[in-house]
């Protein structure tokens, strides 16, 4: 299996001075290439350990740490916290765009377990992720959710 990414358009809610964030991280759905996740069929476990949030889904930028993530509502939610201010460069840089209202935008990296065609007719019109273990999740600049 490889990586896969889906990205999403969601407003973030900043906490001022606690430099947390809480966001939208994944629905249930369509995006643009017409693929679904069931939000219920995201395995958490692993990602809970190292619960790392990047930017642009570049390893070599980690900028902040999920404090809390869960299935609410049926969309993927989670809180983020960055580090104080002047910790790192990268961090200050996203949280800054973040509060300005300039980056609203988040997208998953994860591994499907169990998936099928939307439509058995049209295989690569889009697919129904049932199952998938979530590996990061990034702040981006251009979603697809």
């Excluded at 369509?30 to 809970?48: C, E, F, K, S």
């Excluded at 992720?129 to 999740?137: G, I, P």
Aim: hydrophobic residues 40%; glycine residues 8%.
């Amino acid at each position: 299996m490889e990586l896969t990414r889906k990205l999403l358009a969601s407003s973030s809610l900043t906490l001022g001075d606690q430099r947390q964030v809480t966001v939208i991280c994944s629905t249930g759905d369509p995006d643009r290439m017409g693929d679904v996740i069931i939000q219920n069929g995201i395995d958490l476990t692993a990602y809970r350990k190292n619960p790392i949030v990047l930017w642009g889904h570049s390893a070599d930028v980690p900028i902040a740490r999920a404090i809390d993530i869960d299935v609410k509502g049926g969309k993927l939610q989670a809180t983020v916290q960055f580090p104080p201010e002047g910790d790192d460069e990268d961090s200050d840089w996203v949280y800054g765009k973040i509060k300005a209202g300039i980056v609203n935008a988040t997208s998953v990296g994860f591994i499907p377990k169990d998936y099928e065609p939307l439509d058995a007719k049209s295989p690569w019109g889009g697919f129904k992720f049932s199952k998938s273990e979530l590996l990061e999740f990034s702040f981006v600049s251009v979603p697809a959710n």
